[in-house]
């Protein structure tokens, strides 16, 4: 059983911030979790820093399964959740009941997250009645790239506060345990965090969300992209250490340097 709870989660709200990174694999996992990290998201993001796709469209449910699988061997601790992957929810509220108790039951996550709103509310509610915890997700929404055009940031205007706003209460309501917020003002993440009373995740959504989320290859330095969002921090670079590595692994055996007799048996 994980050590940290969706309810858990969910009481941290105005007491302790709450800290959360994604994960791939059981190594990632384990490394995370022994930091203390409450909760650990197995984000389809891995579709571009594992897989290699463009975007998070792609990946399956099959594949997110699998890695899910990996992540929950490696935590003890931190409250394991799994992103819901492009058109596993989206059919039909059977399809993510079936799809949902999937990563739950098969995988052992503690919880699935869905993208999309107030009209995604009656998934939500879908879900959390049929006892699978549900975080959600609003904001800039992934999956739904294509139909938005690109990124873009949300929660500008007024009247996209407002919607935001609606949106967050709605899918309180429905039984959410968490949103995250990407992709937006400060001002808005604040506003959105102060009327609704589950926290909120924010990724590049200022500091006034009651927890931040990254994505832990972003973190680490690990992309290899040339784009990175302007709410990315790395913490190390540690793509560059292992060139490194690699490099003096590759000269030391060209040169004959490795192995010494040290490394023999």
């Not at 490394?31 to 990946?59: F, K, Q, R, W």
Request: glycine share 8%; aromatic share 8%.
């Amino acid at each position: 059983m994980n050590k940290w709870t969706v309810s858990k989660i969910k009481n941290l709200k105005g007491k302790e911030k709450i800290t959360c990174l994604t994960a791939a694999d059981w190594l990632m996992a384990r490394l995370i979790d022994e930091c203390g990290i409450h909760l650990i998201l197995v984000g389809d993001s891995l579709a571009m820093t594992v897989l290699g796709y463009e975007n998070t469209l792609p990946v399956t449910i099959e594949q997110m399964l699998h890695h899910t699988e990996a992540v929950t061997r490696g935590t003890k601790n931190a409250l394991v959740v799994a992103d819901m992957p492009f058109l596993s929810y989206q059919t039909s509220e059977k399809d993510a009941i079936a799809n949902a108790g999937l990563f739950i039951k098969k995988a052992g996550a503690g919880a699935v997250k869905i993208e999309g709103g107030a009209f995604r509310a009656p998934v939500v509610k879908a879900l959390t009645q049929n006892g699978i915890p549900v975080l959600g997700h609003i904001g800039l929404t992934p999956q739904n790239i294509n139909a938005l055009g690109g990124y873009k940031i949300y929660g500008k205007t007024t009247k996209e506060i407002k919607n935001l706003i609606k949106d967050a209460q709605m899918l309180e309501k429905a039984g959410a345990f968490a949103i995250v917020l990407e992709c937006m003002p400060p001002f808005a993440a604040k506003k959105i965090t102060s009327t609704i009373k589950i926290p909120t995740i924010g990724i590049g959504a200022g500091p006034y969300c009651d927890g931040q989320i990254l994505v832990s290859y972003d973190l680490l330095g690990l992309t290899v992209s040339n784009i990175k969002p302007k709410f990315v921090k790395n913490y190390a670079s540690l793509a560059q250490e292992m060139k490194k590595a690699f490099l003096q692994y590759k000269k030391e055996v060209e040169t004959g340097k490795y192995p010494s007799p040290e490394h023999w048996y």
